[in-house]
């Protein structure tokens, strides 16, 4: 597997990503993108100014994942948009790997943070399916993954859940916000 950029004029390569991510959706977030000219769009959306788009290859080219990055806060911070990894070589390291190497180009656009939301519109968590108000917090302290909801995924590559978004998506469905250092901290300050 190699990881390079995604390049708009690798018409074969992007339609290949386009069709990933609705094969990769389809099953648990269907309207993300329902069909090819909106993962279409989505790709081409990666190609603008303050964007990383990088997608892991096999050996013959074909497409085994792919993973975005959004300049944010003066490129202090970058969000992690999209991840998608092939459904059937998917528990193989192609997301990690991904997800590293987009901590490198990061680091190397001189980010210090990555951040993603991830939601959980299906009751895959214990923030889903009620109402996570007045103590958010507490909620956020005991949460629990239900039924394969991927911020253990990423709790495992060093991320931490800074947030959640209560009813971003409906009533009772949540966004997961989780962030993590792409650089060593120099000691703080404190107060001045």
């Not at 386009?18 to 990769?24: D, F, G, Q, R, T």
């Not at 997800?99 to 939301?117: C, I, N, R, S, Y």
């Amino acid at each position: 597997m190699k990881i390079v950029d995604l390049k708009a004029d690798d018409q074969g390569v992007v339609q290949q990503v386009a069709e990933l991510l609705v094969e990769a959706f389809r099953e648990n977030w269907p309207e993300a993108w329902p069909d090819i000219a909106a993962a279409l769009a989505e790709v081409q959306e990666s190609f603008e100014p303050g964007r990383i788009s990088r997608v892991a290859l096999a050996d013959d080219g074909t497409v085994l994942g792919w993973i975005g990055g959004i300049r944010q806060y003066d490129g202090h911070v970058w969000e992690l948009h999209p991840l998608v990894v092939r459904p059937a070589v998917q528990r193989q390291g192609i997301g990690r790997g991904l997800v590293a190497d987009l901590e490198a180009q990061v680091q190397q656009q001189g980010g210090l943070t990555l951040w993603l939301g991830t939601d959980d519109e299906d009751n895959m968590t214990s923030l889903s399916g009620v109402n996570l108000y007045p103590n958010v917090f507490e909620h956020i302290a005991k949460i629990k993954n239900l039924r394969g909801h991927p911020y253990e995924f990423y709790q495992k590559l060093g991320f931490v859940i800074v947030g959640v978004m209560p009813d971003a998506n409906g009533p009772g469905k949540p966004d997961i916000f989780m962030a993590k250092p792409v650089r060593p901290r120099t000691a703080d300050r404190g107060p001045q």
